[in-house]
């Protein structure tokens, strides 16, 4: 698992990345009970709706992770950098 010239690449926000990661499962989910469960084969409006409501949720939830880790850098007097050594390890987060 690296980029090119074997470099080690790292994810540089986990809050973020975990967030949209469980988004992802649930969406999934979501469309099974929609789709198989509540009314099969058919999209109602309140669902339709139910499904806006998660979308915005997401960014929310992504946007305030973002806001956090920028807050907790800032306290610890971390000065954001292009640096490759910003981030955790993809092997370590994935242990």
């Given at each position: ?8 690449k790292?994810i540089d ?9 469980v988004?992802?499962?649930w969406a ?8 198989n ?7 109602t409006?309140?669902e339709?709706?139910?499904?806006l ?9 992504s ?19 292009e640096?490759?050594?910003d ?7 994935l242990?």
């Amino acid at each position: 698992m690296g980029g090119e010239n074997g470099e080690v690449k790292k994810i540089d926000d986990v809050g973020v990345f975990f967030t949209t990661s469980v988004f992802s499962v649930w969406a999934y989910i979501w469309m099974f009970i929609v789709l198989n469960v509540w009314t099969p084969q058919v999209v109602t409006s309140a669902e339709a709706w139910i499904t806006l409501v998660f979308t915005f949720l997401l960014i929310g939830i992504s946007y305030t992770c973002d806001l956090c880790r920028q807050r907790a850098k800032a306290k610890a007097g971390v000065a954001e950098s292009e640096d490759d050594e910003d981030g955790e390890d993809e092997t370590e987060i994935l242990q």
